[in-house]
Structure formats: C-alpha cells, structure tokens
C-alpha cells in the first residue's frame, strides 16, 4: 500500500516529508574544534617545556622548546592561511 492509500489518521499518514540537513556549517565547526584542540595542546606542551627548561638549563630541554616553537609556528600559519 502507498502513502496515497493510508488513512489520514495512520501514523504514517500524519508523518511530515524528511527535510535535509546541510552538514556544511557542522562539519566546518567539527574541523574547527579539531583544530583549536590541536593548537590548544601544542600551545600547553610549549608551556610544559619552557617550565622544563628553566628548571634544567640544558641543552636537549632548550632543543625541545625550539621544536615546539617551529612546529607551533607552522600550526598557526595554517591556522591564518599562510605557508611559511
């Protein structure tokens, strides 16, 4: 049986069309909150290592913070749209 042969008073009779979403606007503020979490744990491992190395004065924990600060630098250049 068809929607055009059911009763008004079914159930499926009363059901309204699907309507369609746009996922457009969800996704890009999916791929947002990804992307700020990124950047957001790269900026707290900048903050961990800086405190390592005031503590240790070293050259491997100075090394560290180096690498943090290059690889945070291309993390925000994408974020802004840029390449550097």
Do not use: F, I
Request: proline fraction near 5%; aromatic fraction near 4%; glycine fraction near 4%.
């Amino acid at each position: 049986m068809d929607a055009q042969h059911l009763p008004s008073d079914s159930p499926a009779g009363l059901r309204r069309p699907a309507q369609v979403s746009a996922l457009n606007a969800y996704r890009q503020r999916v791929a947002e909150t990804v992307r700020d979490g990124v950047l957001e744990a790269a900026w707290n491992r900048l903050a961990a290592l800086v405190a390592e190395v005031l503590c240790w004065r070293d050259p491997e924990s100075l090394a560290a913070v180096e690498a943090c600060v290059a690889h945070l630098k291309e993390l925000v250049l994408a974020d802004w749209g840029e390449r550097g």
